[in-house]
T-cell receptor, first 113, second 115 residues
Framework: AQSVTQPDIHITVSEGASLELRCNYS??????LFWYVQSPGQGLQLLLK??????LVQGIKGFEAEFKRSQSSFNLRKPSVHWSDAAEYFC???????????FGKGTRLHILP | DTAVSQTPKYLVTQMGNDKSIKCEQN?????MYWYKQDSKKFLKIMFS???????INETVPNRFSPKSPDKAHLNLHINSLELGDSAVYFC??????????????FGAGSRLTVL
């Protein structure tokens, strides 16, 4: 069965600092991987996705993520965070056989001024 | 024009009541979902419909009954509400079927509070 682990429940960084949010997945075949962001009181919005090809994927709002098959990881990065990046971030994994997409428990990002 | 719209946004009700949440998407997508987000922000899939046909039904109490009158609408009816049903319910849609290579478009959520 597929699963996603986000080991950090909360992360706090200073505005302008770099960011890395961790995600590890478990899936028996090639996974489809996603990062979504949820601002307070809002639904989730797709930041980026990995299906195949280049393992470094670029997304919206200056985010990128790197797929590392050997580590079963798909970590999200941003070189310089802005106060508006404060939100909940969810990593998700899907398989190639059905529509089920499983989400991690999320990481809440706090930004210090 | 909102792509995935849910109503109501907030719902406060007593234990034992029956309530419904409605969802509509104007994206032309074939697949629609209901997800439940608990107080710890954990997001769990409940149901998935493809063109009015139920394709994913997770271990959800049978008090929850989804209904899809057409591929643009997916409603969620909950009978005999319990305290543990308090959560935010998200509707989502996606263009593909039968694959996890699906980009989900979410609604803004419906916060259900059971007293």
């Amino acid at each position: 069965a597929q699963s996603v682990t986000q080991p950090d429940i909360h992360i706090t960084v200073s505005e302008g600092a770099s960011l890395e949010l961790r995600c590890n997945y478990s899936y028996g075949a090639t996974p489809y991987l996603f990062w979504y962001v949820q601002s307070p009181g809002q639904g989730l919005q797709l930041l980026l996705k990995y299906f195949s090809g280049d393992t470094l994927v670029q997304g919206i709002k200056g985010f990128e993520a790197e797929f590392k098959r050997s580590q079963s990881s798909f970590n999200l990065r941003k070189p310089s965070v802005h106060w508006s990046d404060a939100a909940e971030y969810f990593c998700a994994v899907g398989g190639n056989r059905d529509d089920k997409i499983i989400f991690g428990k999320g990481t809440r990002l706090h930004i210090l001024p | 024009d909102t792509a995935v719209s849910q109503t109501p946004k907030y719902l406060v009700t007593q234990m034992g009541n029956d309530k419904s949440i409605k969802c509509e998407q104007n994206l032309g997508h074939d697949t629609m979902y209901w997800y439940k987000q608990d107080s710890k922000k954990f997001l769990k899939i409940m149901f998935s419909y493809n063109n009015k046909e139920l394709i994913i039904n997770e271990t959800v109490p049978n008090r929850f009954s989804p209904k899809s009158p057409d591929k643009a609408h997916l409603n969620l009816h909950i009978n005999s509400l319990e305290l543990g049903d308090s959560a935010v319910y998200f509707c989502a849609s996606s263009p593909l079927t039968g694959t996890g290579a699906n980009v989900l478009t979410f609604g803004a959520g419906s916060r259900l509070t059971v007293l």
